[in-house]
């Protein structure tokens, strides 16, 4: 730039070229952006990349407690246990027809382990040999509370009970000294849960062995319902297929005596 006295100041400047040479262009300008709205659209950015995680881990959650509050709060059936049992007296009378006498005292324990309380109505228990009912007797209902328990006292009674299915069986088993019996117990109840009452039912089978000649029980097995009975008449099958095969071998040993003479 020239000046003189008497004339302004010229200024000399290159004109901006028609077609300027991009290949010499190496440097991109870009706007200013404040800390904070850096920090805004990397967050805004890191959601839109992760949508469905949030959700997942939600609904995870709540299927967790929805399976916990359905586990906790349905009913389930009771738990039905022998706590005790004793023998008051059996004897066997043969005369003028085989019969039986026996009183029997058990103490059943009924568990409940809902959160609700526990209304039943009764209690019943049945006696047997050798799979066929002997007898029965039924109870008075109660109220057993949430996560609680119960005690009820049974006492079987048969006095004078003619026997006539199974006299060979328990001639056999008196001669032994000791008498398998079989008790079902059974318990039937209602649990109400926000004004509705849903059915219950315990269920538990004994197998008792009874020694005639100190009138005690020596030991017995408890398995829920049905496995005592199915093993009963596995061992009536057996027996009976015992007895069967040494009625054929008794028949053979004839039949060759008959060839021999």
Same mark, same amino acid.
């Given at each position: 730039m020239t000046t003189t006295k008497d004339e302004d100041p010229v200024v000399f400047y290159a004109p901006i070229p028609t077609n300027p040479d991009n290949s010499n262009q190496n440097y991109v300008v870009l706007p200013l952006y404040p800390h904070s709205h850096l920090r805004r659209r990397h967050n805004h950015h890191h959601h839109h990349r992760y949508p469905s995680l949030s959700r997942c881990?939600?609904?995870a959650a709540a299927f967790l407690l929805l399976s916990t509050a359905a586990f906790l709060l349905y009913p389930?059936? +009771?738990? &039905?246990?022998l706590v005790r049992i004793h023998l008051n007296h059996i004897q066997?009378?043969?005369s +003028?027809? &085989?019969s039986l006498d026996l009183s029997l005292s058990l103490t059943l324990r009924v568990l409940n382990r809902d959160?609700?309380?526990?209304?039943?109505?009764s209690v019943h228990v049945t006696i047997g040999y050798r799979g066929r009912e002997l007898g029965f007797v039924t109870s008075n209902g109660g109220h057993v509370k949430a996560r609680g328990s119960s005690y009820v006292n049974a006492t079987l009674v048969l006095d004078g009970f003619e026997v006539i299915h199974d006299v060979v069986y328990l001639i056999a088993d008196l001669a032994r000294g000791t008498i398998p019996f079989d008790t079902d117990s059974e318990v039937n109840g209602t649990v109400e849960i926000f004004f509705i009452d849903v059915p219950i039912k315990a269920t538990i089978s004994c197998e008792v062995f009874v020694n005639t000649n100190n009138q005690t029980v020596i030991r017995q097995n408890c398995l829920p319902q049905g496995l005592i009975k199915r093993n009963g008449l596995k061992r009536q099958r057996m027996l009976g297929l015992r007895h069967y095969m040494s009625g054929k071998g008794k028949e053979r040993k004839g039949k060759e005596r008959e060839v021999a003479k």
């Open positions: 881990v939600g609904v389930s059936d +009771p738990h &039905l246990s066997i009378l043969t +003028p027809q &085989l959160f609700f309380s526990l209304d039943y109505s």
